[in-house]
């Protein structure tokens, strides 16, 4: 069984950070690309920012790039997402995801297969 866990969420102002953690238990993440998602309150799920199974690679939402960094320690199975520069629009609840079929980052929400519980932001302005 496949488990993924977010936290670090919270409520935070407008121009602050926050780092949010996917631990991930049941396998290892070492050969997975892993995702991060958001929905907020009425919208759809969308793509925030992914990574490559070694750490090399990773791609972003054009909303979130150059304020968002994603990144991953395989040893100990977790997965982070950096948020500098918060805006009220990146308030949504965010999802962690785990691809076991590809090692490259990918945006598609439908190729991952494990989802977390999800953690909620909220940024006040």
């Known amino acids: 069984q496949v488990r993924l866990v977010e936290s670090g969420g919270g409520l935070v102002q407008a121009g602050g950070s926050l780092r949010l953690s996917c631990v991930v238990s049941?396998?290892?993440?070492?050969?997975?690309?892993m995702g991060w998602f958001r929905q907020a309150p009425g919208k759809e799920c969308e793509f925030v920012a992914a990574i490559g199974w070694s750490g090399r690679s990773s791609k972003y939402a054009d909303s979130v790039k150059d304020r968002f960094t994603i990144s991953r320690d395989n040893a100990k199975n977790t997965v982070y997402l950096q948020m500098n520069s918060l805006k009220p629009e990146d308030t949504a609840v965010y999802y962690c995801?785990?691809?076991?079929?590809?090692?490259?980052?990918?945006?598609?929400?439908?190729?991952?297969?494990?989802w977390g519980q999800g953690t909620q932001v909220t940024v006040s302005s």
């Open positions: 995801a785990a691809d076991i079929a590809m090692h490259t980052p990918r945006a598609d929400l439908y190729a991952y297969e494990y």
């Open positions: 049941g396998r290892s993440i070492s050969t997975y690309g």
